[in-house]
Nanobody, 124 residues
């Protein structure tokens, strides 16, 4: 059974930082690209960041470039999202996802496994 479990969300003031983690089980983690997506109330789920199998290729949404950093530890089956200089518009439920496409993709349709999400709330 595949499981992706996110943690690290919470309430933070604008300008603050959070570090999200997503630990996987049931998949050969090092063979999956990993992505982070977010969904705010009333909005579609959108791409945030992604990392290739080896960690050598990173992709970011324009809205988070320079503020967020995605990384992974294949020995611990875990992917991270370091979020700095947070803004109120970053408020959303954040999901991690796994894809067999190594680009890594920004298209959510290319991700076959998803976590349950973790809430991030940024106050102004």
């Amino acid at each position: 059974q595949v499981q992706l479990v996110e943690s690290g969300g919470g309430l933070v003031q604008a300008g603050g930082s959070l570090r999200l983690s997503c630990t996987s089980s049931g998949i050969t983690f090092r063979r999956y690209a990993m992505g982070w997506f977010r969904q705010a109330p009333g909005k579609e789920r959108e791409f945030v960041a992604a990392i290739s199998w080896s960690g050598g290729v990173l992709q970011y949404a324009e809205s988070v470039k320079g503020r967020f950093t995605v990384s992974r530890d294949n020995a611990k089956n875990t992917v991270f999202l370091q979020m700095n200089s947070l803004k109120p518009e970053d408020t959303a439920v954040y999901y991690c996802a796994a894809s067999t496409v190594d680009s890594p993709p920004s298209n959510k349709l290319l991700y076959g496994y998803w976590g349950q999400g973790t809430q991030v709330t940024v106050s102004s």
